[in-house]
């Protein structure tokens, strides 16, 4: 007689509350990798200050804001998937990294912003273009040829540069930690997590369309743009072009390919929470699961057999071999949640941006 009074919690509300969980850890280690960053640039930036020039000390203090940049990035890559919440109510995606940049956009931008006289601060930053206030614009100061060799030169513009790094950083941070709050709010995951019991006929969507969307659309723009986009396939003229790939200058593309693989597979296999292998195991469609993660491990077989970075990969005739087919793997990929790993869960995906690319 107790027992009849009490809520039984569906697997689908299990799956979803673990995921927020997730999420908010997830969003939370983003925004301790770019507090690292700040810190890092602020070093750099007053080891330059004191040497005045190129010395062996300013070069590791240089090295180490790039290693931070790169884990930052890895862990942005990680929690990329996540295209709902909070994330897209300010375009906050874009202000973390405006990607693709198929005009060159942020390096026209962000020198627009050194050309100026005026001293740079977060607050120029946080009033210019979405552009130039996350991490694609710290890549071009931090790694590209011609800005790098600028902060070895005891020159104003060497000091701008520096002046806008940090001023990103901190932008950067501001970004993050707001995202980050919302989804640490337990009354805000338990109002998302309740969306799983509405209609599928609602106008808005659940919690559960949300993340099974967000996982199509990544792997979706895996394949069109971070694949896509470098093999030609989304030119007029077909050719490849390295520079269409996600990360050219710092040599990241495939690095984020993987890593943006391998969170789709945690969401599939995590011994640690309720993972989606047992909603469908509750829904006796474990073969789903066993299939997608197949798929997931034979794209990532395949990244590890390409040794070359991919804006020189795909002009190479030998990787652009191995590169095809991973294109052709992630869209078999693409299929099988598409075509059966919606209909397991019984959801109904509307039109997705990326669909036709």
Avoid at 97 to 110: A, E, L, M, T
Wanted: aromatic content about 6%; proline content about 3%; glycine content about 4%.
């Amino acid at each position: 007689m107790m027992s009849v009074g009490c809520e039984r919690v569906s697997p689908e509300e299990k799956w979803v509350s673990a995921l927020s969980t997730r999420i908010a850890a997830d969003y939370a280690d983003l925004f301790h990798h770019s507090q690292l960053l700040v810190e890092s640039a602020n070093r750099f930036c007053e080891a330059k200050r004191q040497s005045g020039d190129g010395t062996v000390a300013l070069s590791a203090e240089l090295s180490t804001v790039q290693i931070e940049w790169r884990r930052t990035m890895g862990a942005w890559q990680h929690i990329q998937w996540v295209r709902f919440g909070p994330m897209v109510e300010n375009n906050d995606d874009w202000k973390i990294q405006f990607w693709p940049d198929k005009k060159n956009i942020v390096s026209r931008k962000v020198q627009q912003i050194l050309d100026k006289e005026n001293k740079i601060d977060q607050q120029v930053v946080a009033d210019a273009s979405v552009v130039v206030q996350g991490l694609s614009a710290l890549e071009l100061l931090l790694f590209d040829a011609e800005y790098v060799a600028l902060f070895y030169q005891n020159a104003k513009p060497s000091e701008r540069q520096c002046q806008l790094i940090v001023a990103i950083g901190e932008q950067l941070v501001s970004t993050i930690e707001r995202v980050k709050s919302q989804w640490q709010d337990q009354n805000y995951r338990n109002s998302w997590v309740a969306t799983v019991n509405q209609e599928q006929e609602s106008l808005a969507p659940s919690a559960l369309t949300d993340v099974v969307a967000a996982m199509l659309t990544q792997m979706e723009k895996l394949k069109a743009d971070k694949l896509g986009g470098p093999l030609g396939y989304k030119n007029r003229s077909k050719q490849p072009n390295g520079y269409f790939s996600e990360g050219w200058r710092s040599n990241s593309s495939l690095d984020n390919i993987k890593t943006n693989l391998l969170a789709l597979q945690i969401l599939i296999s995590n011994q640690d929470s309720y993972d989606l292998r047992r909603l469908l195991d509750a829904k006796d469609s474990d073969a789903v699961a066993n299939d997608i993660e197949s798929s997931i491990n034979e794209i990532l077989n395949v990244v590890a057999t390409i040794d070359k970075p991919l804006n020189e990969a795909v002009t190479d005739v030998g990787s652009r071999v191995q590169l095809e087919e991973l294109h052709l793997a992630v869209g078999n990929l693409n299929s099988q949640l598409k075509t059966r790993l919606s209909p397991a869960l019984g959801i109904t995906l509307g039109f997705n941006s990326n669909d036709g690319d």
